[in-house]
């Protein structure tokens, strides 16, 4: 399929996931909908509910995405993610942590106190990854892989521990929260988490054609004139905004930054110009119909979307990994 079609196709099945999705599930009176009867509940389950998650579904799918995209193509390996390099692991761990305390720790205007913690945990977690390719001497991307892995285990860890410690309606809501869901009301976390993932995805797109650089290897790409350390560390910074701000709301939903890039690289190629694209708009709108069969697959029961994300994605993992053994 030629690239731009493969593309194409994607925006127009963004655009009529996004329209339609709202749509499926419990019957609504549609009158009462679209003659914009705020008194209805009809109303407020469509455009406060419905809606938002929807939105919030579909960036937050792009968004993890882009944030596997930017990692594959660092480290120049298919399986590096923000949640094998221990980065949501660490977002998730600021967040819970949180919640344990039950105290605002920064009070910042109209940003989530949520939000900068899970942006400082996922800065954490990427800081004691980083210092591995700093500080250690011919640092191969095993051992960058590995490193991920170990602080992935170690937060997790932590984050169990803070559960063990936690009791009655906060436990449950960490318990709950760790399986990655979308249930919102309104637009206010749409608008929290915003302002990151936009600074976030400026950044990538800036940085794209050093990206494309930087694939060629470190040497050749410093050879062309790109400052690696500059660019490596402005992407870090921006992958643990963006998935601080996502883990922030949605909890760790796996699997989404495997699976988009290395499926949308197939049929675009390892260009970031359209693979950014190509990530961006299928991550989204796959998380926006795993969250759809979350919530009506077993309706009136509302699964946590990870566990849909969990079970498509552990196999293409498996995949991946006998297929890089080959």
């Not at 009462?32 to 809606?51: C, H, M, Q, V």
């Not at 290897?217 to 050879?223: I, K, L």
């Not at 796996?254 to 699976?259: A, E, K, R, W």
Request: hydrophobic share 55%; glycine share 10%; aromatic share 14%.
């Amino acid at each position: 399929m030629n690239k731009n079609v493969f593309i194409t196709v994607l925006c127009i099945s963004s655009i009529l996931s996004i329209i339609i999705t709202p749509f499926i599930g419990s019957s609504l009176d549609f009158s009462a909908i679209f003659s914009l009867d705020k008194e209805s509940s009809d109303y407020f389950i469509f455009f406060n509910l419905r809606l938002p998650r929807v939105l919030l579904a579909f960036l937050a799918g792009a968004s993890l995405s882009i944030c596997g995209m930017c990692f594959q193509s660092l480290f120049r390996n298919d399986l590096a993610t923000p949640f094998t390099l221990g980065v949501a692991s660490g977002a998730s761990f600021g967040v819970v942590f949180y919640m344990f305390i039950g105290i605002p720790i920064l009070v910042v205007p109209f940003i989530s106190t949520s939000s900068l913690a899970g942006f400082a945990g996922a800065l954490l977690a990427l800081g004691i990854v980083y210092s591995l390719i700093k500080f250690k001497r011919n640092v191969k991307i095993g051992d960058v892989l590995l490193g991920g892995i170990a602080v992935n285990l170690f937060f997790t860890s932590l984050i169990l521990m803070i559960q063990y410690s936690s009791k009655g309606e906060t436990l449950k809501d960490m318990v709950i929260w760790m399986m990655g869901g979308l249930q919102v009301i309104g637009y206010d976390q749409l608008y929290i988490i915003l302002a990151f993932i936009i600074i976030g995805f400026i950044v990538v797109f800036n940085n794209l054609f050093e990206m494309d650089l930087l694939l060629t290897g470190e040497d050749m790409a410093a050879s062309r004139g790109v400052n690696v350390r500059k660019v490596r560390r402005q992407l870090f910074i921006a992958v643990s905004m963006i998935v601080g701000a996502v883990v922030s709301v949605c909890g760790p939903i796996g699997f989404i930054g495997l699976m988009g890039p290395h499926i949308c690289r197939r049929f675009v190629g390892s260009g970031h110009k359209k693979l950014f694209w190509a990530s961006l708009l299928f991550g989204g709108t796959f998380l926006l119909i795993a969250d759809t069969l979350a919530r009506t697959l077993f309706y009136p029961t509302d699964l946590p979307v990870g566990l849909i994300t969990s079970a498509v994605g552990g196999p293409f993992f498996f995949w991946l990994i006998m297929k890089e053994k080959n």
